[in-house]
């Protein structure tokens, strides 16, 4: 489309997309993720999920989407002679419409998390805290209508564009969380007995890891990398042509795992050094921390408040940066093909995510709400991360790999042979047409009790 902005700067490239990235997958999915799976030895199956399948499964995405400089479904459609191929990019669609309406329902909890921290009502014992967001939770209007402001939060963010809007909000938010992240981190780890949490970060006790731990760290990597959804091939589609991808894909991923494990840093000294096991599972931020921050931080009530509010603030604006990008596949993708106003693409957009949201957020705790046994909420988050966001990825690395023409790919790897660090391209042809697939296709039918 001759309208076509890209992002103003390297700068930009970086932080929009690491914004996309950086999440509530960084900040509350991998602590808990990680409590509940043996901690370090989980981090070192997680690890080496993001290295060997994460970057060069990014990397994918980003040669279709750069080589495009199209909507998802165009650009998959363009990238070999089958216009078939575009279903990928359909299928990325639908997948980051459902992962933003539960999202939403948890960025909302945060945003009140946030407001009732200022107000100093998270104050109270354990029994209190945990009763204080059952409450929340199951109430029928409260989240459903915290979750709905935040996805219009983004979708104003969203119509200003692709510069003005999603650049600049990623250049603004990107940097205060990661001042917040450091100082809690100081905070906590500083805390007499934070050592015992450190550990187990760093430690690992395989014996402890559960029996799904290469799909939940599969499906974890791709979820943190925004990877699988045709995200990361919309705003690949502007970079500009300059733009190194392999370089651009690895300096991601390490900034992504560095956020994770700093979020864990922040997380498990502070739980351990009052004693808590942090295996609470999703709550783990909402029930066990503002507990946590309490006790750890009893001999300053007031720093304690002030660590609790900043938590929540960077919760917060970790949610936006990555609702900003799950918004703007299908809003580029409606302005595009519909040729409508990106205005008017953007509301269709936040019209279904909102329906899903307040769906969702109905159904917490409540399996009568939901699928195959599990609450609606709970089965997106499943459907999404464990199953969509892996076929995503396959059928990427199968499209670019072994369908598409290995010059256009090469191109597009080394920018027209100009790029240092070309000689890679060979080891990256390696990973997308069998480590990627074939790791991939294993884990799902292990998962599924087929091998
Ligand atoms: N990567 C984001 C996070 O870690 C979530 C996300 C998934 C964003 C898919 C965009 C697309 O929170």
């Not at 030895?41 to 750069?66: D, K, N, Q, T, W």
């Not at 938590?311 to 595009?336: K, R």
Request: glycine content about 10%; aromatic content about 12%.
């Amino acid at each position: 489309m001759s309208d076509r902005v890209n992002f103003g700067s390297k700068l930009g490239i970086v932080l929009a997309t690491a914004g996309s990235a950086v999440g509530l997958g960084n900040v509350w999915r991998f602590p808990y993720m990680t409590g509940q799976n043996g901690g370090a030895a989980f981090i070192i199956i997680y690890l080496g999920c993001i290295l060997f399948l994460g970057v060069p499964g990014m990397v994918s995405e980003f040669i279709v989407g750069r080589h495009s400089q199209s909507n998802t479904a165009r650009a998959y459609a363009s990238f070999s002679s089958n216009k078939g191929w575009g279903a990928i990019g359909i299928l990325g669609i639908i997948t980051s419409t459902i992962i933003l309406g539960f999202y939403a329902v948890v960025a909302g909890w945060c945003l009140y998390y946030l407001g009732e921290s200022v107000v100093g009502n998270l104050k109270g014992d354990p029994a209190f805290v945990q009763s204080y967001f059952q409450a929340f939770s199951s109430d029928p209007v409260k989240p459903a209508a915290l979750g709905v402001t935040f996805i219009l939060i983004t979708h104003f963010i969203i119509v200003r564009g692709v510069r003005d809007g999603i650049e600049r909000a990623s250049k603004l938010l990107m940097p205060l969380l990661f001042i917040l992240l450091v100082v809690i981190v100081v905070a906590s780890c500083s805390l007499p007995g934070a050592s015992k949490g450190i550990e187990f970060l760093l430690k690992p006790d395989f014996s402890k890891v559960g029996p799904n731990v290469f799909l939940e760290a599969l499906g974890q990597a791709f979820f943190s990398l925004s990877l699988g959804t045709a995200c990361l091939c919309t705003y690949a589609s502007y970079f500009s042509r300059h733009t190194k991808l392999h370089y651009s894909a690895t300096q991601i991923a390490v900034i992504d795992f560095i956020i994770a494990l700093l979020a864990g840093l922040m997380i498990f000294p502070a739980a351990f050094s009052v004693g808590v096991h942090p295996d609470s599972g999703p709550s783990l931020i909402f029930i066990t921390l503002p507990t946590v921050f309490q006790q750890a931080f009893s001999f300053s009530p007031q720093l304690g408040y002030v660590i609790s509010i900043m938590f929540y603030a960077l919760l917060v604006f970790a949610a936006l940066t990555s609702t900003i990008s799950m918004h703007e596949i299908g809003t580029a993708f409606f302005h595009e093909e519909l040729m409508m106003k990106r205005s008017a693409a953007a509301w269709i957009l936040t019209g279904v995510c909102s329906v899903l949201c307040v769906l969702c957020s109905l159904s917490v705790g409540k399996a009568e709400i939901g699928l195959f046994g599990k609450s609606l909420m709970d089965f997106c988050d499943f459907v999404t991360a464990q199953l969509m966001l892996p076929a995503g990825a396959l059928l990427t690395s199968i499209l670019v790999g072994w369908v598409a023409s290995k010059r256009m790919v090469r191109e597009e790897f080394t920018n027209f042979e100009t790029v240092r660090g070309k000689s890679l391209f060979p080891y990256y042809m390696f990973c997308v047409r069998f480590l990627v697939p074939v790791s991939i296709l294993m884990i799902l039918m292990h998962q599924f009790g087929l091998i």
